[in-house]
């Protein structure tokens, strides 16, 4: 079950689950996350409403994420479920989580004084330099990475000096490990906008300023991952006293419709994927 955020996902990955005697395995990078759980729209237990779910929490906030470590986690997860004769549900936006789980993807390895120099000019220059220069060595990658994401810009780069070929192509066919049936939900972009901009003043009415003071005292501003989720990074912005909370709240709003933008045309070169909404060109009823 994959798309944009705020279509709606999780609560029908939920309807699924309970209709097919299955289980959730999260797809969500920021859901990984122990706390972080207002500001990823994270299921409450009521609302799982009794459904196993699979990799959430599973990380501290100063973990560095890793796709290679989740891939791990997530095919475990599902040989798990698989194994009791259930169905595994995977849910979530992140569009290379889901490829790592589907796909064969072999990750390369690192070189530590690459990344260490990588990491060094990222602090030095800031996230969005390092993105242009990925996007003239490797359009597709900066497509799909969010140029404020400095840890995803900085591996792309390593892979690129490590291997001499573009980040990108080291994804494979779109051809599955597994016999999966892939769900993609969207909506028109006004629906959407007003969705997430709902979904956002709702954050920070629930307590999101707070969720971030809270883990802000258990290394938050050490994640290198944790720290740039959308929202976090405006809320820490804003307690750093650069920005007022109204200001956070609606830079929140506009980073997470660039970020939508950059899912659906994720997910959309994927031929694999039924969709469900805006532009289907099948229906539920079909799948």
């Given at each position: 079950m994959v798309g944009p955020t705020a279509t709606g996902k999780s609560a029908l990955a939920v309807e699924l689950a309970l209709a097919l005697d299955g289980e959730v395995v999260n797809a969500d990078s920021m859901q990984l996350y122990a706390g972080m759980d207002i500001g990823t729209a994270k299921l409450t237990e009521d609302e799982r409403r009794g459904v196993p779910h699979h990799l959430l929490d599973l990380w501290p906030v100063t973990h560095a994420a890793s796709v290679a470590e989740y891939q791990q986690h997530a095919r475990a997860a599902v040989a798990d479920i698989t194994a009791r004769a259930k169905v595994a549900v995977v849910v979530g936006g992140s569009g290379l989580y889901v490829r790592a789980l589907l796909d064969p993807i072999e990750f390369p390895g690192t070189d530590q004084q690459v990344r260490a120099a990588l990491e060094a000019e990222l602090d030095e220059v800031g996230p969005h330099a390092l993105h242009h220069r990925l996007a003239v060595q490797d359009p597709a990658a900066a497509a799909a990475i969010l140029p404020g994401n400095g840890r995803r810009i900085v591996r792309a780069l390593e892979v690129i000096a490590l291997t001499g070929r573009p980040f990108s192509a080291g994804l494979p066919a779109y051809e599955s490990v597994y016999d999966a049936v892939q769900v993609g939900l969207d909506v028109e972009d006004e629906t959407l906008d007003a969705r997430v901009d709902a979904r956002v003043d709702e954050m920070f009415v629930n307590g999101l300023v707070d969720e971030v003071r809270r883990l802000e005292a258990h290394g938050l501003r050490d994640g290198r991952t944790?720290?740039?989720?959308?929202?976090?990074?405006?809320?820490?912005?804003?307690?750093?006293?650069?920005?007022?909370?109204?200001?956070?709240?609606?830079?929140?709003?506009?980073?997470?419709?660039?970020?939508?933008?950059?899912?659906?045309?994720?997910f959309r070169r994927d031929p694999r994927i039924h969709w469900v909404g805006r532009g289907a060109s099948r229906t539920a009823a079909h799948i």
């Open positions: 944790a720290a740039r989720a959308l929202g976090y990074q405006q809320v820490l912005a804003m307690l750093d006293g650069t920005c007022t909370e109204a200001e956070a709240r609606e830079e929140t709003k506009r980073a997470t419709r660039r970020f939508v933008r950059r899912q659906r045309s994720w």
